[in-house]
């Protein structure tokens, strides 16, 4: 296996520690702590100024001899600025790699129809595609948000129909769990934020659950609870077709009308803030995206999205809303689809291309709300550069040569998503401890079985009219 993983942080691994005249400031903290601790713990206390400064001496002197461990404790040796790799290297092993979608559960579904234990895959070695725990090692993945995805049905026949559309988003949960705890030392099923940071810490990749389309859910905001306790952290409100939330891009490329976020919607939008279930927007029309900001109450996400001012493609997201979400706190996760990148010419499409739209966004909405979202084995159109997840790091190092200090690809890679998976935690304790109840609005086009004739009722009246009903027995 590849030691190319996230190690414990903090422990200077990082090769090059240099001493230099331009101490850190962590290094000089530590050195005067150093210093401190030594004094208070003298056995004969001094009297007399040559005395105090003697023993201040010894202090001066062994804090010297310490500062190269303060270097190895604080993981901050420096490191020449244009040396991209190795400053890329010491941030991905301190700070997590969260990438925001990812869909190798629909590969388990569509080759192995969720068999995992027959040995005809084996995660731990290079496969074909995108995806392996071999190449999430070179890439130093630190998170992942894998994607539960079920067609949705263009032809609109099915999305209210519960029937099969939730019992295979319940297969891909139960199958994306599975896979997980078959690699315990390597992944780490999580559905809070502070795990995702534990388990970086512990040296897995935590290993996260979004929903690729408000289909999945049966127009249902009672699935949106089950599927909350099942563990799901993001629901991705459409995907290339209309659900009873909202109007998807797709609609909208296709010369549809852009009808926003339906009344239902709203509703959804409501309980998914209180639950604490993340809203996520890519897919969405644009109309979609400001309805939803309008009212969200918590931060929303974009899991894989682009900057609609770079390619002028309608999942990408318009400036005006960049800026909101820069209000509301969330965050946009790059995408690296190739035809998302370039419409005309894909093929084309590289790795800069990445680069363009994380800039674009973060000079929009600022380096606090943009995040990677790659879609790698979900779309079968990588751009050049980027052709797997091993190749995270390249694009770390690409947009430290575009200027980016490390303090701006700490957020980027991770601190942003788990500052904002954060706050709308916090935001959804705080809504249910004003005692918010879970909304029981319905579609409105659902219908209810009517009961059976014979079966006990508890008001009176409530089933007038219904004599047609067959007898319970
Ligand atoms: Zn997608």
Redesign the pocket.
């Known amino acids: 296996m590849s030691d190319g993983g996230p190690a414990v942080a903090n422990h200077g691994e990082d090769g090059e520690l240099r001493q230099s005249p331009s101490t850190t400031d962590t290094a000089s903290d530590s050195s005067t702590a150093v210093g401190s601790s030594l004094i208070l713990h003298s056995q004969a206390q001094p009297s007399g100024f040559l005395a105090r400064f003697r023993y201040s001496l010894y202090a001066a002197g062994i804090a010297l001899l310490f500062t190269p461990l303060t270097y190895l404790w604080s993981g901050q040796a420096p490191i020449d600025p244009t040396n991209y790799v190795e400053r890329t290297r010491r941030v991905l092993k301190t700070t997590p790699l969260i990438d925001g979608?990812n869909?190798l559960p629909w590969q388990l579904r569509i080759e192995l129809q969720n068999r995992i234990y027959d040995g005809r895959v084996d995660l731990t070695k290079r496969l074909l595609g995108h995806t392996d725990l071999v190449r999430m090692r070179e890439g130093m993945v630190g998170g992942q948000f894998w994607?539960v995805?079920v067609d949705c049905d263009v032809n609109q026949k099915h999305f209210e129909d519960p029937s099969w559309v939730v019992r295979d988003t319940l297969e891909q949960i139960d199958v994306t769990k599975r896979f997980i705890s078959e690699h315990p030392n390597h992944l780490q099923y999580c559905d809070t934020s502070a795990c995702a940071r534990a388990a970086f810490q512990a040296g897995r990749i935590s290993s996260m659950i979004g929903i690729?389309g408000g289909h999945q859910v049966g127009s249902s905001i009672a699935s949106i609870r089950q599927i909350y306790q099942l563990g799901a952290r993001y629901i991705?409100l459409t995907?290339n077709c209309d659900n009873a939330f909202g109007t998807s891009a797709s609609t909208v490329a296709g010369g549809g009308v852009d009808g926003g976020l339906f009344k239902f919607g709203y509703e959804a939008v409501k309980d998914m803030n209180r639950l604490g279930m993340m809203i996520d927007l890519?897919?969405v029309s644009h109309q979609t995206m400001r309805d939803v900001v309008s009212v969200a109450r918590a931060p929303v996400i974009f899991s894989?999205s682009g900057a609609y001012g770079v390619e002028k493609h309608l999942r990408h997201v318009p400036d005006d809303v960049l800026r909101s979400v820069k209000k509301n706190g969330g965050i946009v996760m790059a995408v690296f689809v190739n035809r998302f990148l370039n419409m005309k010419h894909p093929e084309e499409a590289t790795i800069h291309d990445a680069v363009d739209h994380i800039l674009y966004i973060a000079d929009v909405c600022g380096w606090e709300c943009v995040g990677i979202g790659s879609?790698f084995s979900?779309?079968p159109n990588v751009p050049i550069g980027l052709e797997d997840v091993s190749k995270f790091p390249d694009l770390v190092q690409l947009l430290m040569e575009r200027g980016a200090t490390d303090e701006q690809v700490k957020l980027l890679v991770g601190e942003n998503i788990l500052r904002v998976w954060g706050n709308i935690e916090q935001r959804a304790k705080e809504i249910q401890a004003s005692g918010e109840l879970p909304v029981e609005a319905e579609w409105e086009r659902r219908e209810w079985h009517k009961g059976l004739r014979g079966s006990p009722w508890m008001l009176r009246g409530s089933r007038v009219g219904n004599n047609q009903l067959k007898l319970i027995d």
């Open positions: 979608h869909d994607s995805y690729e991705t995907h890519s897919h894989h879609d979900g779309t």
